[in-house]
C-alpha cells in the first residue's frame, strides 16, 4: 500500500471539529472483471488490488483529511496487514493511541468489481470483534470533547450501543451507518440522533420496497417515516441513492434532496465511507443538514471518480473542486 502525504486542510472554523469515530479495519483485496460471477461460476480477473480499508477506517481518513481532529478507536491483529497500516496512518498523521492491536489476525474483505463499478463484497471480521466496551470506557474524556461521534456495524454491537450512549450522555451528536445491515435494537436507536444508510439498507429499515426511479423512491421513504418515528426518536434520516444523489428527512417534517454531482465513475467501493466522511465534517464544523448534504456529495463523487479506498478519499482542495463541479 502506498503511503498517502500527509493533509493539512482547513476546517469550517479556526478551530478544527473533533469527531470520535468508531473504526475497523478490513484489509481488502478486489478483484476487477468483466461481469460478476454467476453462482458456482470461475471467471478471470483483469485486475487484483490490495490494500487497507474498512468501513471505521475510511471515515476516520476521510474526516482527517478535511481538516477534523480524530480520535479513531479501533483494533487491529498481531499481523503484517497491521504493521502496514499503522506505518502508513502515521504518515498521513492520524492519533493511533486508540488502537488496539491484539492476537487475533486483522480483517479481512473480498470484493468483485464488474465493468460498470458494480460491487460484491464479504468480509470476515476478524480483530474487529476485539474492539469492546472497555475500549469505549477509556475514551471517554475524547467522546465528552468531540462535537460528534461517527459509528458502524463492523465491530460487536455491544460496544457500539456502549460508545452511542456516551455519546448521549455527554450531549454529543452521534451518527450511525447500519452497516453491514443486521436488526437495530431499541436501545441502540434511542441513542442515535442521525442514521445514514443506502437504498438498500433503507428498505430494511422502513420495511418496504423502494423502486428504481428517484421520485417514487423518495416518496415511498417519506411515506413510511412515521412508523420509523414512532420506533426511533432520533433527528435525521439520510439516504444516499448512488447516481441519484441523496436525500434527508428530520422528525419536524424537514426535508432536503441533494442532486447528485457527475462523475466518471472508475469503481464505487468506498464510495458510501466518502458520502459519511463529508457529511460528519461537515455537521460536526457546524454546517445544516442541507449543506453537508452537498459537501457529503461531494466526497462520494470525489471517491468514485478515483482509484483506490482510503487513496481515494478527498482533501479539502478535491472536496472543493467537485462542489465547483456540482455547482
Known amino acids: 500500500m502506498k503511503g498517502h502525504p500527509r493533509h493539512e486542510a482547513p476546517s469550517l472554523s479556526d478551530t478544527p471539529p473533533r469527531i470520535v469515530v468508531l473504526g475497523s479495519f478490513m484489509q481488502a483485496c478486489c478483484w476487477e472483471m468483466d461481469r460478476l460471477p454467476r453462482l458456482g461460476e470461475t471467471l478471470r480477473a483483469r485486475g487484483f488490488v490490495a490494500e487497507a480499508a474498512g468501513k471505521g477506517l475510511a471515515v476516520a481518513v476521510g474526516c482527517h483529511r478535511l481538516g477534523a481532529r480524530v480520535d479513531l478507536l479501533m483494533a487491529i491483529g498481531n499481523d503484517a496487514p497491521a504493521d502496514r497500516l499503522l506505518s502508513w496512518l502515521h504518515g498521513e498523521g492520524l492519533d493511533t493511541r486508540r488502537v488496539l492491536r491484539c492476537g487475533q489476525p486483522s480483517g479481512h474483505g473480498a470484493g468483485f468489481i464488474d465493468a460498470n463499478g458494480d460491487n460484491q463484497i464479504v468480509v470476515h471480521p476478524g480483530a474487529n470483534e476485539a474492539l469492546g466496551t472497555d475500549q469505549v470506557a477509556a475514551a471517554e474524556g475524547d467522546i465528552a470533547s468531540a462535537a460528534l461521534l461517527y459509528a458502524q456495524l463492523e465491530v460487536p454491537l455491544d460496544t457500539v450501543c456502549a460508545a452511542l ?89 424537514t426535508h432536503h434532496v441533494a442532486a447528485p454531482i457527475p462523475a466518471r465513475a472508475v469503481k464505487t467501493i468506498g464510495a458510501g465511507d466518502a458520502f459519511s466522511a463529508g457529511l460528519c465534517w461537515a455537521l460536526a464544523g457546524g454546517r445544516d443538514m442541507a449543506d453537508a448534504l452537498k459537501t457529503a456529495g461531494a466526497c462520494g463523487a470525489w471517491s468514485v471518480a478515483h482509484a483506490g479506498i482510503l487513496a481515494s478519499l478527498p482533501d479539502h482542495a478535491g472536496l472543493q473542486a467537485m462542489l465547483r463541479t456540482g455547482a
Open 165 to 253: 450512549a456516551r455519546a448521549r450522555a455527554h450531549g454529543i451528536l452521534s451518527v450511525l451507518n447500519p452497516s453491514p445491515w443486521q436488526a437495530l435494537p431499541d436501545d441502540l436507536l434511542a441513542c442515535t440522533d442521525v442514521l445514514v444508510v443506502n437504498a438498500g439498507e433503507a428498505q430494511s429499515l422502513l420495511e418496504c420496497p423502494l423502486p428504481a426511479g428517484r421520485n417514487e423512491r423518495l416518496r415511498r421513504i417519506a411515506a413510511a417515516l412515521p412508523m420509523l418515528w414512532r420506533r426511533w426518536p432520533g433527528s435525521w434520516l439520510v439516504v444516499t441513492l448512488g447516481d441519484q444523489g441523496s436525500a434527508a428527512w428530520h422528525r419536524d417534517g
